[in-house]
């Protein structure tokens, strides 16, 4: 069987971090990843990935706690959304310079949606980080971004495993790495250290969330808001919408993170989400710890 493979990353907002462990992995044990396409965490990470800086990268949000998010949001209460996105952008650029997508080093595919037109936009070129902010533009949580006269947020409204996307060679595998899969979370470790540490960032996200409706859940028991159901809504869609492009797919190496393992804004968490993607990478049939 041939090493060299064709990756797909999903999206799955703070749980997109796991791309970095599965990347690693498949590196570990011989596979030369020859083109990648991904979908909001799935396109930052394959981005980042297909410019050569994923080492640094990893570096700096593995040593990112609850204050450094928290300074890397910019707030703006509009009815257009909580999140601007501009620092995050701007503190990206300074790990990983801006490029053109033509120019990287391997065939590089990011999605978005047109929220205008209602359609999937396929960016294969232009600027790096004009697609990684298009592709990441969570609904009611960062503001859609404007690139000329038109409106993107994520690209998982339409397409959140962007397997029809991926440049194929003769002879790659197909690889997918999906971090919304609707398979329990088995727990390895104690995490209550990092709740407790995380409980300020979680009183901001609820704080913020109260602007745009009078009844958060604080709960998951608790009367569901407009934020909750918001995100819900997304994660049922996401999850139906990936089950149906899997079944049209034969796939080679499929990676799977229950989408019940972290929460989407657990981003001071990235080195734990990392870890886990390691773990389940290696728990693919074919693959073994060296």
Known sequence: ??????????SGGARGFAHIGAIKVLESQGYNITSVAGTSMGALVGGI????RLGEFEEWVSGLDVMEVLKLTDISISRRGLVKGTKIIDKLKEIVPDSRIEDLPIPYC??????????????????????????????????????????????????????????????????????????????IGKQE????????????????????????????????????????SISIMLTQITALTLRNYHID??????????????????????????????????????
């Open 193 to 232: 250290e990092e709740e407790t540490k995380g409980e300020g960032y979680l009183r901001w996200i609820r704080k913020i969330n109260a602007h745009a409706g009078k009844h958060i859940p604080k709960n998951k028991k608790d009367d569901i808001g407009i934020f909750n159901l918001n995100n819900r």
């Open 49 to 52: 990935y297909a410019s050569g």
């Open 253 to 290: 190496i499929m990676v799977r993170i229950s989408r019940e393992s972290y929460g989407t804004y657990d981003f001071y968490k990235a080195a734990e989400i990392i870890r886990e993607g390691e773990r389940a990478t290696l728990a693919t049939a074919g693959l073994q710890q060296e």
């Open 110 to 187: 990011a999605i978005a949606t047109d929220v205008i037109r209602g359609r999937e936009r396929i960016f294969t070129s232009g600027s790096l980080f004009n697609a990684i902010r298009a592709s990441i533009s969570i609904p009611t949580f960062f503001q859609p971004y404007k690139l000329g006269g038109d409106y993107f947020v994520d690209g998982g409204l339409v397409n959140p495993i962007p397997i029809n996307r991926v440049e194929r060679h003769d002879g790659d595998l197909l690889a997918v790495v999906d971090v919304n899969a609707d398979i329990p979370h088995v727990m």
């Open 1 to 10: 069987m041939g090493k060299n493979v064709a990756l797909v990353l999903s």
